[in-house]
């Protein structure tokens, strides 16, 4: 993990499997193909995290001298924060390597609470173990059978203990591959129920145990609770993993939320695939840990800045909803102004246009209509455009913690989208949403931004507004290493100018000047007082097309930064220290 990026195999696997389906059709026009390639990068994968471990280890620069931990980090709650030593981690889990000294903090999303930090191992009692008995299915495709329903019938299954598999150390129970050795099934299917005396605390954790070869699926009582070693999206009979095990099956932990779970019987089914049609091997097992009962609080910290405990660990960040109550006092409302795009120029609306836009976000766990809601971007007339689908079936209704977009650019709204009676200013403003009968009001100030950015709260929903690099309309925000907080409160240093010039950007935020080229390779930064008087000059070398320099030092005043590139680009702008 590296300023906000975090290598996963799993993940990386899935863009290229992404590009391939894309790219393989046309390639295929032409009598090539990606796959051959493909396939070689996707394996290298699984020894990539080893092989950059011990290259950290053995950089005498870095100057590390503990040995590294396995640790597995997640949230019981969706859209919840993780920070690594200050660095946020972008998909919200990690599982890895780290290097003491680290310090971990749970960051709780928009409405709920933080309770502490839960192990996965400490808290749990087995519900099954590995070896335990499977029901399993190896005669071909249950394509469009609900197979992972409680009351489907198994009575056409067979049944063995774990390990089942064919063509590895170890198996217990040998499951047939069909009858070419050339063109082996690509899946295979598992069942098993449970019992669980209690119902599960709202917070607890299950931890799934897996040792497989080579990708699976697995299903909680009909739901999916995860995935590994497979592509993202829709999976069926005939879906590869994505990529495959060596001579040993991949080993590791998945967890799961307690609300997948109940009282009583309980249904767990998994679906394991191959890697290919030729493929020597398969192998499954898998056990289960879950907390049972009431919650009780048995966290090892109640504190959600904690140092990283030695040995192997798997801690899970858990939390629980807000009282109204509690809301009312955090300032936290249904539904929030969670991105502003005030100089759009990536995302294009119905009418084929770049206009401005806003995105709201429901913090609820219930569905939120927003008609008769009132949007302003001026706090003096809060009731300036009513939120309303007019004669059209826009919608109005935002799911539980969905997302919907606002264009805001004086058009008539269409059954495809909402669109405002105003337009926003692109050199900062205000944006304030007001419930019908202007019990609360929700604003976010935005500073200035080109189009190639957005102004957004991160995680969706929570109090920190930071400029971001990656506009994500109607998705989750994201934010990395370069994206720059923003003080509601003061910005401290005012934006009045995004200045552009041949792919050169220069804006200012807070108390950093930021410098963005697509292809200059180093600038010089000047910076000027309100007499045209040369105060101080920097140099500016770029990293993916980045660089910042701190202005913080610099007295209070009014300034002009000026930025000259290696091409020859110059681009200027005011800036405002208080």
């Known amino acids: 993990m590296m300023g906000g990026s975090v290598f996963e195999a799993t993940r990386c696997t899935e863009i290229i499997d992404q590009l391939t389906a894309v790219s393989g059709p046309a390639m295929a026009i032409n009598g090539e193909s990606p796959y051959s390639t493909a396939n070689n990068v996707k394996n290298s994968f699984n020894s990539r995290e080893q092989t950059m471990t011990n290259a950290l280890r053995n950089f005498q620069q870095m100057k590390i001298t503990t040995s590294s931990q396995r640790v597995t980090l997640s949230s019981n709650t969706d859209d919840a924060r993780i920070e690594v030593n200050g660095i946020n981690v972008p998909t919200g889990s990690f599982n890895g390597h780290l290097f003491q000294p680290v310090t971990l903090k749970a960051v709780a999303p928009a409405g709920y609470t933080f309770l502490g930090w839960c192990s996965s191992s400490g808290s749990q009692s087995e519900i099954f173990g590995f070896g335990s008995r499977w029901t399993y299915y190896d005669q071909g495709s249950l394509d469009g059978q609900s197979w992972t329903a409680s009351n489907y019938s198994t009575t056409k299954w067979k049944s063995g203990y774990a390990p089942l598999g064919y063509s590895m150390n170890g198996i217990a129970t040998t499951i047939s591959y069909g009858n070419s050795s050339n063109n082996k099934y690509p899946t295979y299917y598992f069942r098993r129920t449970f019992t669980l005396k209690e119902k599960p605390a709202s917070n607890a954790v299950f931890t799934l145990n897996y040792k497989v070869d080579d990708g699976f699926v697995v299903y909680i009582n009909g739901t999916e609770a995860g995935r590994y070693n497979m592509p993202s999206g829709d999976v069926s009979y005939n879906t590869w993993s994505s990529t495959y095990a060596n001579s040993t099956p991949f080993e590791g932990s998945l967890n799961f939320k307690g609300s997948l779970f109940k009282e009583g019987s309980n249904l767990i089914c998994v679906e394991v695939h191959n890697c290919s049609a030729t493929s020597s091997d398969i192998y499954f097992d898998a056990s289960l840990f879950g907390e049972l009962g009431e919650d009780e609080g048995d966290y090892i910290a109640t504190d959600a800045e904690i140092s990283l405990p030695d040995g192997t660990v798997n801690l899970v960040a858990t939390y629980r909803e807000m009282t109204a109550a509690e809301r009312k006092d955090a300032n936290v409302h249904p539904v929030c102004i969670n991105e502003v795009s005030a100089a759009n120029s990536i995302y294009v609306n119905e009418y084929g246009k770049k206009n401005d836009w806003v995105e709201l976000y429901?913090?609820?766990?219930?569905?939120?209509?927003?008609?008769?809601?009132?949007?302003?971007?001026?706090?003096?007339?809060?009731?300036?455009?009513?939120?309303?689908?007019?004669?059209?079936?826009?919608?109005?209704?935002?799911?539980?913690?969905?997302?919907?977009?606002?264009?805001?650019?004086?058009?008539?709204?269409?059954?495809?989208?909402?669109?405002?009676?105003?337009?926003?200013?692109?050199?900062?403003?205000?944006?304030?949403?007001?419930?019908?009968?202007?019990?609360?009001?929700?604003?976010?100030?935005?500073?200035?931004?080109d189009g190639n950015h957005t102004v957004g709260r991160y995680p969706d929903g929570g109090s920190d507004i930071y400029i971001m690099d990656v506009p994500t309309i109607a998705k989750a925000n994201q934010i990395g290493s370069y994206d720059s907080a923003i003080d509601q409160q003061a910005l401290g240093v005012t934006p009045s100018l995004v200045a552009s010039a041949n792919g050169l950007r220069l804006r200012c935020v807070a108390d950093m000047l930021l410098l963005f080229s697509d292809d200059a390779q180093y600038a010089r930064i000047d910076i000027l007082n309100g007499n045209g008087q040369l105060v101080e000059t920097n140099a500016a070398n770029f990293h993916s097309g980045r660089s910042q320099l701190s202005i913080a030092h610099l007295p209070a005043g009014f300034y002009i930064a000026r930025a000259t590139d290696n091409l020859g680009n110059t681009v200027s702008c005011k800036v405002v220290t208080k």
């Open 362 to 449: 429901n913090t609820t766990n219930d569905e939120q209509d927003v008609e008769g809601m009132f949007l302003t971007d001026n706090l003096e007339k809060m009731e300036k455009y009513k939120i309303s689908k007019e004669q059209t079936t826009a919608l109005t209704r935002i799911p539980p913690h969905g997302r919907l977009i606002i264009w805001c650019d004086k058009l008539e709204t269409t059954r495809q989208a909402l669109h405002a009676t105003f337009k926003l200013d692109a050199e900062g403003g205000v944006v304030a949403l007001s419930a019908a009968d202007l019990s609360w009001t929700d604003s976010l100030r935005y500073a200035t931004h």
